[in-house]
């Protein structure tokens, strides 16, 4: 069984690696995809940027917030598109730095916290803020973090990031938060 968890956690690797190779090069925008009707999960998130290799320290800051080799702290939120919970390769990426401290530290524990905008009714957000808490739950136990190291919890669109009542403000509200103690 052990055999079949490193193979499977070997085979993520690999797809990460592909996916990070076709990932789109600094400056180019990729096109966005038309409006779809509301789906359950799928779309890619847009907001991308450029991101670091790998960390080689594990060190945290003075509030428990992982720390990249160069200080900066490592990115704890993951957005996405408008009824999705699909990661983008770009936050694919990030999780594999934060499976790896978690495996090296494994007495750190990581609260993920999934949130929506303020559409939807109350019952169908909670639900969609946990499915993107899965979503990167999901991501970190196959990577080798003990499910004992994490926590979700969905909070729907109760504690938005922007309160405001336009897209801009939706699409910061759309996301999962992973928060270390």
Not at 68 to 97: H, N, V
Request: glycine share 4%; hydrophobic share 35%.
């Amino acid at each position: 069984m052990r055999h079949v968890r490193r193979y499977n956690v070997a085979l993520l690797v690999v797809c990460a690696l592909i996916l990070v190779g076709c990932a789109s090069q600094q400056g180019q925008q990729e096109p966005e995809p038309a409006a779809q009707p509301a789906a359950p999960v799928d779309v890619v998130p847009v907001q991308s940027q450029p991101v670091q290799a790998e960390p080689e320290s594990t060190d945290f800051d003075s509030r428990s917030r992982p720390l990249m080799p160069s200080g900066r702290i490592l990115t704890t939120k993951f957005y996405f598109e408008l009824d999705q919970a699909r990661l983008s390769a770009r936050d694919l990426r990030l999780l594999e730095m934060h499976a790896n401290i978690l495996t090296r530290n494994r007495d750190r524990r990581l609260v993920i916290e999934g949130h929506c905008d303020e559409r939807g009714t109350r019952e169908y957000n909670l639900a969609l803020g946990e499915r993107r808490a899965n979503a990167v739950s999901s991501f970190l136990t196959s990577a080798g973090v003990r499910r004992s190291q994490i926590e979700m919890v969905s909070y729907g669109e109760e504690r938005p990031d922007d309160p405001g009542h336009d897209e801009s403000a939706w699409s910061k509200n759309r996301r999962a938060v992973a928060i270390y103690r």
